[in-house]
């Protein structure tokens, strides 16, 4: 059930309860099924789901007879395509995955962006996106689908204040938005920079601080 300051905030109770999201609403499982509350605990429709999820950008991903789709804030559905996945709304688009295992984005009302398909794709940051290509190598795309960039790499993370994780076949550094090295070193794992430093593992397994140039400030 829900709480406030220690109190439950309707007499109400339920097999699993995830979060409230705006606009106020809640996924929720009792007997008969999976659904979508208010924060007086009304339900928001009368159909029941296998699983619901949180509300992002408006829209929440349900699961209907092992079907992924996005409903919105009405419990209306939001788009006819049905997928094996779906992800969360971020940016206004969404991460699926359809029947042939295969990845690609969706605006927010559930049109694809772009025409290619990807082995994996990630959430979208800053208008930014990871993607997998089918030759295995890891890029940059934007909100259109365009690379960014004309680099690719073993494996990658997402910008954070202009600067991403990456790895080639030497192991993993950090670089810009060109996909561009920083600095030349190279380490067995590397965290994003927080304030200017990261944490960074070596390939000895010593853990230290580096700054925005791959210089060592101390061990951990």
Same mark, same amino acid.
């Given at each position: 059930?829900?709480?406030?300051?220690?109190?439950?905030?309707?007499?109400?109770?339920?097999?699993?309860?995830?979060?409230?999201?705006?606009? =106020?609403?809640?996924?929720?499982?009792? @007997?008969?099924?999976?659904?979508?509350?208010?924060?007086? =605990?009304?339900?928001?429709?009368?159909?029941?789901?296998?699983?619901?999820?949180?509300?992002?950008? @408006?829209?929440?991903?349900?699961?209907?007879?092992?079907? !992924?789709?996005?409903?919105?804030?009405?419990? +209306?559905?939001?788009?006819?395509?049905?997928?094996? !996945?779906?992800?969360?709304?971020?940016?206004?688009?969404?991460?699926?995955?359809?029947?042939?295992?295969?990845?690609?984005?969706?605006?927010?009302?559930?049109?694809?962006?772009?025409? +290619?398909?990807?082995?994996?794709?990630? +959430?979208?940051? +800053?208008?930014?996106?990871?993607?997998?290509?089918?030759?295995?190598?890891?890029?940059?795309?934007?909100?259109?689908?365009?690379?960014?960039? @004309?680099?690719?790499?073993?494996?990658? =993370?997402?910008?954070?204040?202009?600067?991403?994780?990456?790895?080639?076949?030497?192991? !993993?550094?950090?670089?810009?938005?060109?996909?561009?090295?920083?600095?030349?070193?190279?380490?067995?794992?590397?965290?994003?920079?927080? @304030? =200017?430093?990261?944490?960074?593992?070596?390939?000895?397994?010593?853990?230290?601080?580096?700054?925005?140039?791959?210089?060592?400030?101390?061990?951990?």
């Amino acid at each position: 059930h829900f709480t406030f300051n220690g109190k439950p905030i309707f007499d109400k109770t339920f097999i699993e309860v995830l979060k409230f999201h705006s606009p =106020g609403l809640a996924p929720v499982k009792d @007997n008969s099924g999976a659904y979508h509350i208010d924060t007086r =605990g009304n339900e928001l429709y009368l159909k029941r789901y296998s699983r619901t999820f949180g509300f992002y950008c @408006n829209r929440a991903s349900v699961i209907d007879n092992n079907l !992924w789709y996005h409903i919105n804030e009405k419990g +209306d559905r939001v788009y006819s395509d049905s997928y094996l !996945w779906t992800g969360n709304y971020q940016e206004n688009l969404c991460t699926v995955r359809n029947a042939e295992n295969q990845y690609y984005h969706i605006d927010i009302n559930g049109k694809r962006i772009y025409a +290619d398909n990807y082995i994996y794709a990630g +959430d979208y940051k +800053d208008g930014i996106a990871c993607v997998k290509s089918q030759d295995g190598f890891y890029r940059h795309i934007d909100n259109k689908g365009k690379f960014i960039n @004309n680099k690719s790499f073993l494996d990658l =993370g997402i910008f954070h204040k202009n600067i991403a994780t990456a790895k080639d076949r030497n192991g !993993w550094f950090h670089i810009d938005k060109q996909g561009n090295e920083i600095y030349k070193n190279r380490y067995l794992t590397v965290e994003p920079f927080y @304030n =200017g430093f990261a944490l960074v593992s070596t390939f000895e397994n010593e853990k230290i601080i580096i700054d925005e140039k791959g210089r060592k400030i101390l061990t951990v």
